[in-house]
């Protein structure tokens, strides 16, 4: 099944803060985001679901990418500002368990390339953000 989701690429100086998953033994990365609920435009969601899961308040700026694939459409939203604590909340929270974790992460952007990221289309356009 594919479902429509937003995320947002939050960049403070030299790091981005990503969603570290450890499920059933597999360790990757995505970006904070989530589904797209029904009536609700992508720009929505994405400020949605960046309070939930992170805690913070964003101010979004524009389109970053989207990704579009077997799994999802995405539309991906680069941040423009963001404040708050940062926190895990909504469902990743609930959902924590031994074989399901969510940790959110600050990577530095020289570390980007040796992790497994999703969507790869995703961390190569950050990486490139990240050089130019």
Request: proline content about 3%; hydrophobic content about 35%.
């Amino acid at each position: 099944m594919v479902y429509n989701r937003a995320a947002v690429i939050i960049i403070d100086k030299d790091k981005v803060l990503l969603l570290h998953r450890i499920k059933k033994g597999k360790d990757y990365y995505v970006i904070p985001g989530g589904t797209i609920e029904e009536d609700e435009k992508p720009e929505e969601a994405a400020v949605r679901e960046i309070k939930e899961e992170t805690n913070f308040d964003i101010e979004l700026g524009e389109v970053f990418c989207r990704v579009n694939d077997f799994m999802h459409n995405g539309t991906y939203f680069l941040a423009k500002k963001f404040s708050g604590e940062l926190r895990l909340g909504g469902p990743e929270l609930q959902r924590v368990n031994d074989n399901n974790q969510y940790h959110l992460e600050w990577v530095h952007k020289k570390d980007l390339q040796k992790l497994l990221l999703y969507p790869k289309e995703v961390k190569e356009k950050i990486m490139d953000y990240f050089s130019s």
